[in-house]
Nanobody, 121 residues
C-alpha cells in the first residue's frame, strides 16, 4: 500500500526554474533517506540529490548551486527546486525513498513513476 508519486514536471526555457514534488503515502512507519534521480534518453539513470531524515543533503556536481532538495517530514513530502535550467537537464526525474512500512513490518526502496522535465527554447 506504500506509494511514491512525483509531479510538477513540464516544459521550461533555458535559464528558467521549476519545482518538483514527491509524495509518499500508505501505511508508513518512517521515511528515511529520500532522493531524486534522472534519466535522459540513451543514458543511464543518475543521482541528482539526496536528503536524509535529519536534513543532510548531497548533490551531483552538475547541479550544485542550481538545485535544492528539501523535505517536509510531517507530510512525507520531498521537493526539488531547480533554477538556471539547462538543456542538458532534460530527463525523466524519479523520486526515490527508503521507507519502513507500518504493516507489514518491512523496509525497502520505493520509486515514483517519473515526471518529464524538458528544457528547451
Amino acid at each position: 500500500q506504500v506509494q511514491l508519486v512525483e509531479f510538477g514536471g513540464g516544459l521550461v526555457q533555458p535559464g528558467g526554474s521549476l519545482t518538483l514534488s514527491c509524495a509518499a503515502s500508505g501505511r508508513i512507519f518512517r521515511v528515511y533517506t529520500m532522493g531524486w534521480y534522472r534519466q535522459a534518453p540513451g543514458k543511464q539513470r543518475e543521482l541528482v540529490a539526496t536528503i536524509t531524515s535529519d536534513g543532510t543533503t548531497n548533490y551531483a556536481d552538475s547541479v550544485k548551486g542550481r538545485f535544492t532538495v528539501s523535505r517536509d517530514n510531517a507530510k512525507n513530502l520531498e521537493y526539488l527546486q531547480m533554477s538556471s535550467l539547462r538543456p542538458e537537464d532534460t530527463a525523466v526525474y524519479y523520486c526515490n525513498a527508503a521507507i519502513r512500512s507500518a504493516f507489514p513490518d518491512s523496509a525497502r526502496d520505493y520509486w515514483g513513476q517519473g515526471t518529464q522535465v524538458t528544457v528547451s527554447s
